[in-house]
């Protein structure tokens, strides 16, 4: 069976891991290298003093990784929110027999 388009979209890149699991035992060697920027180790080195949460997010880049995680959630629950209410109208439209859409068929 396929696939539709945002899973092809947002899993693409996983396959490759996905089938090696499939054909044997994954190893580390299998998993992408992090960038030496993104390691936890160098993220956590500015921050590992800190006692308060504007003292993490100065001066590392987490602020910005996590900006970026939030953006992405806020639109992800947008769009779950958005669902109902835009089925309902569409409902709604293809209900009513004095649409444009309905006096074409």
């Keep these: 069976h396929s696939a539709d388009w945002w899973s092809v979209l947002t899993w693409t890149w996983y396959n490759p891991l996905l089938r090696a699991g499939l054909k044997r035992q994954v ?15 160098l993220l956590a080195a500015p921050v ?3 006692t308060k949460v504007w003292d993490i997010f100065r001066g590392s ?18 769009g779950t929110m958005s669902t109902p209410l835009l089925l ?18």
């Design 27 to 41: 190893q580390l060697a299998d998993i992408w290298r992090v960038r030496d920027s993104q390691t936890c180790t």
């Design 48 to 50: 590992s003093g800190c």
């Design 61 to 78: 880049e987490v602020w910005g990784l996590y900006m970026r995680c939030g953006c992405v959630r806020l639109l992800t629950e947008m």
């Design 88 to 105: 309902n109208q569409l409902l709604r439209c293809l209900a009513d027999k004095d649409n444009a859409f309905a006096s074409q068929g």
